[in-house]
């Protein structure tokens, strides 16, 4: 059987704190290699999906890379 494993991230609260848009942060996501899509057709207008299925580092490297580099890097 196939299956994957989806997260759906709520930037709502983020991207009004930080004056960006749902588009710039998928975009800020892309340009340091987490490949993410956009979620607003699954969960609303701010929303983000991830797939999960892929081994434990390379979830860890990605979410590191977005804490670092995406919601608290330079560019925020």
Known sequence: ???TYMLFLDCTDWCKAHGKTIAEVEKAGWNV????????????PCA???NL???LTRV???FERLDKYVFNGEWV
């Open 60 to 62: 860890q490297e990605a």
């Open 33 to 44: 290699g987490v490949a993410w899509q956009d979620g607003r057709m699954f969960h609303g």
């Open 1 to 3: 059987p196939e299956g």
């Open 53 to 55: 299925a892929l081994p």
């Open 48 to 50: 983000i999906r991830m």
